[in-house]
């Protein structure tokens, strides 16, 4: 793309930009929040506080932030072994998952209900 292609789209795009700009300032909605916002900043001025002291009031768990908080140490419960055994061939396999080379090749061959339903 030449330069002069690439300015004059960049300049399109700009102008779309700019409509879109003065249509949010004309919207009432827009107008309303950003009263709300400098009023609660002007009310947060008048007592001192700041948006985060604010939110450890209404939420402390959330906003606890540089805090050491109680660390729960969530650990998964350890997968069970499963003994998968054919009845065709007598051969056992012992897995935690199910991905198992020949656990696999017994699904594609014989169906994964079907080999579910070996499982001891």
Known sequence: MSKLAEFRQLEKHLAEQLQALEALKGDAGLKKEIEFETKLRALLADYSYSLRDVVNLLDPKRGRTGVATESKSVSRRARQVKVYTNPHN????????GNHKVLKEWKAKHGAATVESWLK
């Open 90 to 97: 007598g051969e056992t396999v012992e897995t935690k998952g």
